[in-house]
């Protein structure tokens, strides 16, 4: 048996991936080609900076999983999954970013050699890890299988967390914690906005509580002013502004799992509509983490914090949360759910999200969020940071 | 005309497209969807974390790039990007990782309204950013189209940078090396590795020279004994240990340019084999560095490389080095060029490499690598930092 440092028990892999053979059942897939990182984690234990290769693991309906990668890789396996060597296989070296050859031509020998190459075989098909040119090189190679789009298929599994999955997001609660209280005490005008940064950083990954932080798969999100208005802008080295708002979107992250948690801070005496939209966005996080129960729906608990909002005003059509957990880049989310309307997919206890009821204006923004498990009777937030817009005068 | 704080002058991007659409007619492509994030923000200016959705800029042989994506990030490109505002195109956010629309069944639409639906059509079929999704939605969509393969068209366009693009990467260079000289004033043995790490981050967001850092595009990868025997290990919790050789992937970023520079350090006294390689290494490097002359091949880099270690006894299999410049994650290489043989790729003055002649042993590895520009008469590394095995005892 293969001794590594397994981050979960063989149990809990176990006890994976047999919720992922009763999805392929249930699917009629009889081969499944796992190509997002996050799930290769979640089924294997693989953890390392290889995705920008293409690499998978492969998933039959007995014996253990494949782990399929770069020559050079099979390392990183061999020091981080629960398999014996046998199962992980390396690709040359030449097949990596080259033009001739495809590394999902190589696979398909080697699915061929295990006689998998006349099954129904799932793939990620909406991965950013499964590309257009993967799926052209396995139905070239592979005229014999039928090919069954299998993404999210994996990623649903991953929605209810494990009590030892839950602990790994309390301490990355606790990191994204430290990294606010860090935010708050350092911010001032004049502070470029890069020295900042690297304080978050830098907190981030020594972490809290004795737990050291991981790489969050975002990076953080901090714009001021009128980059506000965007959601999705880095950083520069521009100072801080005396009355500007700035929010900070960022997560603590503990071997690969994630806490999102989001806060505004104005420098200055904030505007009256500054304070009018946190009024609104406290009241409508209060509606949507109440309606966030078992049985209730996703678009359930966005409908609680529409019909507050809407009281005061104001109308946002993006969607307000998302599934959280284990991650790697580029998204911190687990693109299945998605609370908005629409969504009637069902709460169960242990789900967890991200509520992220931003507010996006055409020249300023603000963002105040939680992330939540779904308890016995309504939302269980993670951290214990203040509500509100910051202020720092 | 936008009024936006560009990165470039809009000559210099009016010369990239120039070069982008020169490349598209000689394939025969009439409509050009670029989806790699680098190749996007090359070509306009855009900048932000939004790749996690989808997202491309729209190029026709004429007139302003069109920068399309989801409705919320069209805020961001009002702030990065050169194109008038009617160019900036946003889709509604219920097609945000939906699983019954896609965002190009929505593009589709555009392509129509403009009359670009019955053209021969460029798509990146091995991006991560184009999934396989992708373009069974924009064949359902778009019957009178004909897709061809656009992977690198714009990537190779990028091989040789402007001066701007050098200063950018020079100031990269002078932010990797303040990492390196924090990391080897720092380390020591029982220091948990994920403080260090801290202090990675730290002064790689903090910049040099008066100078803040962007993110790299890799995180560091920095593994430790038998770690070091698998390339893309990121860090854990446990003391740096005497006696253990660590290597330090890391780079240097300037608004989004890099300069990837790797360092070995052991603690203690090294057993022979690290001397060893260290010597072969080293007098490698200077060779593949004299080779990387204008009218040279990659081949013929490799090749000088590889006829030095072989005299050690030395064999590595994989390549040795690629193209790097601007770029996001998961990759800060250019995915065009390797370093190998076969690759008949002829240098030309001011590309930009990362030689990484990385030596991973079944039990250890070792890590010394330069970046350089092909100079007139061979390579000019970027860093200014000693070229060898350090060692703390």
């Known amino acids: 048996m293969n001794q590594v440092a397994l981050r979960f028990s063989r149990e ?31 089924l294997t234990g693989y953890d390392g900076w290889s995705f920008y290769v293409h690499q998978c693991v492969v998933l039959a309906p007995d014996g253990e999983p494949v782990w399929y990668g770069r020559g050079q890789d099979a390392n990183g396996a061999k020091r981080t999954v629960f398999m014996d060597h046998e199962n ?47 799926l052209e090189s396995l139905r070239r190679n592979l005229p014999n299988a039928r090919f069954s789009d299998a993404t999210g298929l994996v990623n649903w599994q991953r929605a209810v967390k494990s009590p030892a999955e839950l602990e790994y997001m309390r301490r990355a609660a606790r990191i994204v914690e430290a990294m606010h209280t860090r935010i708050f005490d350092l911010i001032e005008p004049g502070m470029p906005k890069h020295e900042l940064v690297a304080e978050i950083y830098r907190t981030a990954v020594r972490g809290a509580d004795g737990h050291g932080g991981d790489y969050p798969a ?68 209060g509606a949507a983490l109440e309606a966030a ?9 966005e409908a609680a914090w529409r019909k507050v909002i809407a009281r005061y005003g104001i109308e946002k059509e993006s969607r307000c949360g998302y599934p959280i957990g284990l991650s ?48 016995p009777s309504g939302a269980e937030p993670f951290c214990n940071y203040p509500r509100k817009l910051f202020v720092k005068d």
Chains 1, 2 share one sequence.
């Open 12 to 42: 809990e892999y176990a006890a994976r991936i047999a919720k992922a053979r009763a999805a392929m059942a249930d699917k009629g897939i009889e081969l499944l080609l796992v190509t997002d990182p996050s799930n290769m984690a979640w």
């Open 88 to 134: 992980i296989v390396g690709y040359p070296d030449n097949y990596v970013q080259s033009t001739e050859r495809h590394p999902m031509d190589f696979l398909a020998g080697i699915l061929r050699e295990r006689g998998w190459d006349r099954r129904t075989i799932g793939v990620e098909m909406d991965n950013y890890y499964f590309s257009a040119a993967c």
């Open 218 to 285: 975002i990076v953080p999100l901090v714009p001021s002013g009128v980059d506000a208005s965007a959601p999705h802008l880095t950083w520069d080295e521009r100072p801080f502004e005396k009355d500007e708002g700035t929010f900070f979107e960022i997560a603590g992250c503990y071997r690969r799992y994630h806490c999102p948690l989001s806060r505004t801070i104005y420098l200055g005496k904030p505007p009256q509509k500054f304070l009018d939209t946190e009024k609104a966005v406290i009241e409508g996080i």
């Open 293 to 301: 129960r078992p049985g209730n729906t996703c678009e359930d608990v």
């Open 328 to 375: 790697y880049p580029p998204d911190w989310g687990e693109r299945t759910m998605s609370l908005r309307p629409g969504d009637k997919s069902v709460l169960q206890e242990n789900m967890t999200f991200h509520l992220i009821p931003a507010i996006w204006q055409d020249d300023w923004g603000l963002e105040i969020t939680e992330s939540f498990r779904v308890g």
